[in-house]
């Protein structure tokens, strides 16, 4: 028993409370979420050396024993994206410096990222079924508060549908849990696992497992429960949809992938092939809209989906390999996400405008903008060695391995949609004839671009280190496959 | 009596998808907050009404009722109270800004083209 694994969840949290009295001494801000973050990072990397050495880690909050109390459970799943959501919010805080503006800095932007912070890392840590719901909802008001701060008339309009969907998703959710207890009589993960197991996953089982896809479906957006996202994430400024794109899909994905492999794997002929379906639709429907727009910001957004669907495809097969493919695809995904938000964001800024029909020759003033772009466009289409090929790869062999052929030829064909999605906002945005803009200085854009290529670099290591980080991504998806390690660390202590 | 909230809990329901499936603004938000009272409700209910005494253990306790669904239903009333003001505020504050409360008049399809 630790408590190194709460500390990415306390620190946010006193940061938070801390930069709630500083708001209008904007520096004192930047230089605390910085530190603060930095020592989240510090915490989670910490944790992961420890579960690598000695295993799962568990705390019981209060000293209440395991199935009684809350337990926060963190195994290398949970660290490794504790650890990727830590980094990408220090970047993004960085970033904000220059491009958020001064007005939203005084109303309380830090402190609200420091409170997603808390959701994000909190949701993919506990190991409540009731907590996780607590950890989302601090989440979503974080990013209600994110989305429509700045007051302009799209954010109000957007926030509003935002609001609408996610309190109709909250009540399932508060249902779901409630037909869950009435059932099993727990909310502990560990336990609920264990008692679906004993009484072998009756009907009424495998109908809760449907509603807990249609909750977490509609955070994750998966078909047909996207249809707000695209909306949605186009309203807030750079940073902002930087961590939506990168951070809030995810966590609907990670609790898709925790309770299919923990709770509901008895069924999978019905569920998971469900499950299947939804994600090779989710592809299909994402690279029609990646394709379509001339938007640079609805290009991205749309990507987001397909690699949702992508992830959520290897999750149905439960094939070993890719669900550590799975694994490997979603951190890549959530670092890959951020950067190319940040880099579209310094286009937009440079030009000042959103569509690609206005933009061109970019690359004869700002070469090492086009060029971070290009590896980064290559990096998510998944060109090898870069990290979206090897999680791909991945995916597509553990596919083979369990003969779901459909799946994995349409993500083969939607890693061309991606390349072309991509390369079109290369060829039109960055390539092309020059034009005349009036947005932000060089220095300006300069300092835009080194921060995001901190996260380009990042993905460019994570492909070519990809054998050196491979026994923590084997050590993460042993868990998903085998829930009973989960199991005996939560109860067995 | 479970049979009974069942229904009560089916007609709130009813109720909230009828309010929230109109054009005003205010009627939405009533919807919102009677599908979290529905949900609640189901909450509270899934554990047994009439179970017993109240939810204390002592050494000679016969009978008790089930305290957990009691502490989630009170977790869940905090934040959709929370919600639900926030989502009024932002309601108003929109319809300074945008002059409507017609979801009808809020699609928003710059960006589209």
């Known amino acids: 028993m630790t408590n190194l694994l ?62 009684f109390g809350i337990t926060l459970v963190s195994d290398m799943l949970s660290a490794l994206l504790v650890t990727t959501t830590s980094i990408i919010t220090l970047v993004v805080l960085l970033y904000s410096f220059k491009s958020i503006g001064a007005d939203r800095e005084r109303f309380y932007y830090y402190p609200v990222v420091q409170f997603l912070l808390v959701g994000v890392n909190g949701a993919f840590t506990t190991g409540d079924i009731f907590n996780l719901f607590v950890f989302f909802e601090v989440m979503l008001m974080s990013s209600y508060v994110l989305l429509v701060l700045g007051g302009t008339k799209a954010q109000l309009r957007e926030g509003i549908k935002y609001i609408l969907v996610n309190v109709i998703s909250s009540a399932l959710f508060v249902i779901t849990v409630a037909y869950l207890y009435s059932v099993v009589g727990t909310l502990n993960m560990a336990d609920i696992s ?12 495998t109908a809760i497992a449907i509603m807990f896809l249609l909750v977490f479906g509609l955070k994750g957006a998966i078909f047909p429960l996207y249809f707000w996202l695209p909306g949605s994430y186009y309203a807030p400024p750079t940073p902002v949809l930087a961590l939506f794109g990168a951070l809030l899909t995810k966590v609907g994905i990670y609790s898709i992938l925790r309770t299919y492999t923990l709770f509901f794997y008895h069924d999978t002929g019905f569920t998971h092939e469900i499950l299947s379906m939804l994600a090779i639709l989710t592809i299909i429907l994402g690279c029609i809209g990646a394709i379509a727009y001339w938007d640079v910001k609805k290009i991205i957004i749309y990507n987001i989906i397909i690699a949702v669907g992508v992830i959520l495809f290897g999750v149905s097969t439960m094939n070993p390999e890719a669900l550590e493919g799975a694994v490997y695809y979603l951190v890549h995904d959530m670092i890959i996400k951020a950067a190319l938000f940040l880099l579209v964001g310094v286009m937009i800024a440079i030009t000042g405008t959103t569509n690609l029909k206005k933009m061109g020759g970019l690359i004869k003033e700002y070469p090492w903008l086009g060029w971070t772009f290009l590896v980064a466009a290559f990096s998510l289409a998944g060109i ?29 064909a939607s890693s061309l949609m991606v390349l072309y999605s991509v390369i079109k906002i290369f060829l039109n945005g960055i390539w092309g004839t020059p034009k005349e803009y009036n947005g932000i200085s060089k220095g300006h854009a300069r300092y835009l671009w080194m921060t995001s290529a901190i996260l380009v670099v990042l993905a460019v290591c994570y492909g070519f280190g990809a054998e050196a980080v491979r026994p923590l991504f084997s050590q993460a998806a042993e868990v998903l496959v085998n829930p009973n390690l989960y199991i005996d660390a939560v109860l067995k202590e | 009596m479970e049979i009974l909230m069942a229904i009560v809990v089916g007609i709130l329901i009813t109720i909230a998808v009828y309010l929230m499936l109109s054009k005003s603004l205010l009627r939405i938000i009533i919807g919102t907050a009677l599908l979290s009272h529905g949900a609640h409700l189901l909450l509270l209910s899934i554990s047994g009404l009439k179970g017993g005494a109240a939810p204390l253990l002592g050494e000679h306790a016969k009978s008790y009722v089930d305290p957990l669904p009691q502490a989630l239903i009170l977790t869940a009333i905090v934040i959709s109270f929370g919600v639900t003001a926030f989502f009024l505020v932002l309601a108003y504050r929109a319809y300074q800004e945008l002059g409507t409360d017609n979801m009808d008049q809020m699609r928003g399809n710059e960006g589209n083209d």
Do not use: C, H
């Open chain 1, 194 to 205: 264990r008692k679906i197991a004993e009484a072998n996953q009756p009907g009424i089982l």
């Open chain 1, 6 to 67: 709460i500390l990415p969840i306390l620190i946010p949290l006193f940061t938070a409370i801390i930069l709630m009295f500083f708001s209008k001494y904007v520096k004192v801000q930047r230089g605390i979420s910085s530190l603060s973050t930095l020592a989240t990072i510090a915490a989670s990397l910490v944790l992961i050396n420890t579960i690598y050495n000695d295993g799962i880690q568990t705390i019981n909050l209060g000293s209440w024993v395991a199935p």
């Open chain 1, 384 to 412: 090898p060695p870069l990290s979206g090929f090897i999680g791909k790869l991945l995916i597509l062999r553990g596919s083979f391995a369990a003969e779901a052929y459909v799946g994995a030829g349409v993500i083969l």
